[in-house]
């Protein structure tokens, strides 16, 4: 898939590898910026949210 993803993007090899690169940073961007923040709001999903150390 992702060669394929490759192989479709137009120009040069440096061309294509720069246009990789900023789609790579777009979908890394949406992630942090939409997706995860979304997610977060449902803590039950993920233990990664949970505390052990109980306040005074």
């Known amino acids: ?5 490759f192989r479709s993007l137009p120009g ?3 061309v294509r590898i720069l ?3 900023v789609l790579i940073a777009g ?3 949406a992630l942090m910026t939409w997706v ?4 977060s709001e449902f803590s039950f999903l ?3 949210t ?3 150390i109980e306040g005074s």
């Open 1 to 5: 898939m992702y060669g394929w993803i």
């Open 36 to 39: 995860f923040p979304w997610f």
């Open 27 to 29: 979908a890394v961007l």
């Open 19 to 21: 246009i990789a690169l």
């Open 12 to 14: 040069p090899l440096w």
């Open 46 to 48: 993920s233990p990664l």
């Open 50 to 52: 949970d505390s052990t």
